[in-house]
């Protein structure tokens, strides 16, 4: 399977320039992408989301330096051409409506998450609330 981020996300021109940048596009995007697929609210929530499934992260990526901060979501997003994102989001969603058989919130014991189903396989991300506002949890649920 082709990766989807590297497919519809391929256009999209970094902001960054220099010898600064730390995270490729591509390792900014799928962590935003799959935080933004599981209710994530912002660039606090894209940086504990890397923070935690770093390792599921690394199967699709090297993540060399580990995930980006907050602060470097949020330079990126503010600074992409919000047209050409935007696009290139929506062919992405088609992409994931096309191949993502349900998204479903689920509670086992005690916990809370959405389940995917994909082709190809079930994935589960465990959420916790904590308040309004749901945390990521690294232990895994067994399908």
């Known amino acids: ?38 209710g994530g609210e912002g660039f606090e929530d894209m940086k504990e989301m890397g923070e935690v499934w770093v390792e599921e992260f690394r199967k699709y990526y090297p993540f060399e330096r580990g995930t980006p901060s907050a602060d470097t979501f949020r330079n990126v997003f503010m600074g992409l051409d919000p047209r050409k994102f935007g696009a290139c ?29 994909y082709e190809g396989g079930v994935g589960a991300l465990p959420l916790s609330e904590n308040g309004n506002k749901a945390r990521r949890r690294k232990e895994a649920i067994a399908n």
């Not at 497919?7 to 799928?30: A, C, H, S, T």
């Not at 994931?96 to 995917?116: D, I, S, T």
């Open 1 to 38: 399977m082709n990766n989807p981020i590297e497919m519809y996300f391929k256009d999209i021109e970094d902001p960054r320039k220099g010898w600064n940048v730390q995270y490729p596009l591509e390792e900014v995007m799928l962590v935003a992408m799959v935080s933004f697929l599981v």
């Open 89 to 117: 989001f929506a062919e992405w969603m088609k992409y994931v409506h096309a191949n993502v058989e349900g998204l479903m919130w689920y509670r086992l014991l005690g916990q809370v998450g959405v389940k995917f189903v």
